[in-house]
């Protein structure tokens, strides 16, 4: 089994549609990639912030809270100098920048800057979102309050409070300043651990719509190419219907009148008998004016008729009656066909009733129309003289049946001309509904 190809103008249309795609997509991916990312540092802020605030409240309570004696809170220079050794070790590493003890009331009872001890800075803070034992507090510091007088870190600093009980059973306030570098570092890791996530995520959504845009765009470029087809069609129709009803005009009415109009010079000239010719000059009229209703006829839409597609293909085929040749109908009744698919079977079935009357030397002609729910199909046989031989991809060299035929088939359906035995043809046609 060979598969087709995609022809070249249509994978041209498809690459465009999706380098259209990929670059719209890359450009929503950036639109969403930046808040996204806005919201995923404030998270990761929050929560290195978060983990600050328990590092903070862990020191508080193995590191300062044992060393908060009665001497401290006193102002003892021996348990302030306690306090001065324990903070060593972390002040060297750079792991805290500052440690400040408070009361409840907003007095310094112990800080490593020893020019801060026994300062009240009540106005400046707000210890009552704290509880004791409960969660730590955690932010980032505002170098300008008063009570960070002599805090100077270039990098910024997070402050963390929490309330604790002392060694002598006070409650109090613990304040430890860690540097700032040490939560944006924090926060860096936890982006860069999130972000591949999330831009995964994101890409992963945009291709997975990739095969959905290009089976849009080649859907797309097919009804397209549908389209076009069906103009091209249309217009070649109109041409064709245009060149028979010149050539019906001419081979039929035009050639009658003419013959009449030289029969009537002949009678005003050589005096001969005016009953006989008046007489065949009436019957040549009558029978052009039929011709000239047969033609109206087919030109006129099957929707014009009540009765639906039976009854235009019975008037279709009453032409034929009145030149001798036996027609035999069996017609479904026409209940609920759209109009389209009725005027395709009806252009199927006037070609083959016009092959018939021009071409086929027919004596017989049977037409079989089956209308069902799904489909319908229309059988049009005669004993004529049979279809010229033809490449397969051609209807009986009929133009207006090829034409036809490439329009049902673009609906789903097929025509086919078969050659009967001994003679006559066969025109089968099939239209899903």
Do not use: C
Request: net charge negative; glycine share 8%.
């Amino acid at each position: 089994m060979r598969l087709a190809r995609p022809r070249p103008s249509e994978t041209a249309e498809v690459r465009r549609a999706v380098a259209r795609y990929l670059i719209y997509g890359a450009v929503a991916l950036v639109l969403v990639s930046a808040p996204t990312f806005y919201a995923l540092g404030r998270i990761a802020e929050q929560h290195a912030l978060d983990s600050a605030a328990l590092d903070g409240a862990s020191i508080a309570r193995r590191l300062l809270a044992p060393g908060v004696t009665d001497g401290l809170l006193a102002g003892d220079p021996e348990a302030i100098s306690d306090m001065d050794r324990r903070l060593v070790p972390r002040m060297s590493d750079g792991s805290l920048a500052r440690v400040k003890i408070w009361s409840i009331d907003g007095v310094v009872l112990y800080s490593d800057e020893h020019r801060l001890i026994g300062r009240n800075f009540a106005s400046d803070l707000e210890f009552d979102k704290l509880r004791p034992g409960g969660p730590a507090v955690s932010s980032i510091s505002d170098l300008a309050e008063g009570e960070n007088l002599f805090e100077t870190a270039p990098n910024g600093l997070v402050e963390v409070y929490t309330l604790l009980p002392s060694a002598a059973g006070q409650d109090v306030v613990y304040e430890l300043y860690l540097p700032l570098v040490l939560v944006e570092r924090e926060r860096s890791e936890l982006v860069a651990q999130m972000a591949p996530v999330g831009m995964l995520a994101l890409g992963t959504l945009a291709l997975s719509q990739l095969p959905l845009a290009v089976g849009l765009a080649r859907r797309v470029s097919s009804i397209r190419r549908s389209r076009t087809r069906l103009l091209a069609q249309t217009v070649r129709a109109v041409e064709l219907e245009r060149r028979r009803l010149a050539q019906d005009l001419h081979d039929d009415v035009i050639q009658d009148l003419s013959g009449v109009a030289v029969a009537l010079e002949s009678v005003g000239r050589d005096g001969g008998r005016l009953d006989g010719t008046v007489d065949r000059g009436a019957e040549i009229l009558r029978r052009d004016v039929q011709r000239l209703r047969d033609i109206v006829a087919d030109l006129f839409p099957v929707t014009a008729y009540e009765g639906g597609l039976d009854a235009a293909i019975r008037d279709l085929t009453t032409g034929l009656g009145r030149r001798g040749v036996a027609v035999g109908l069996e017609l479904d009744p026409d209940h609920g066909l759209d109009p389209v698919s009725a005027g395709l079977i009806y252009r199927v079935a006037r070609e083959a009733v016009v092959n018939v009357a021009k071409h086929a030397h027919a004596t017989t002609l049977s037409v079989h129309l089956s209308i069902t729910s799904d489909a319908v199909h229309l059988e049009v046989s005669d004993d004529g003289r049979g279809p010229d031989p033809v490449p397969p991809q051609r209807v009986a060299g009929h133009v207006g049946l090829d034409i036809v035929r490439e329009t049902i088939e673009e609906a789903g359906g097929s025509v086919v001309v078969e050659a009967n035995s001994p003679n006559g043809t066969t025109v089968r046609a099939y239209l899903p509904r």
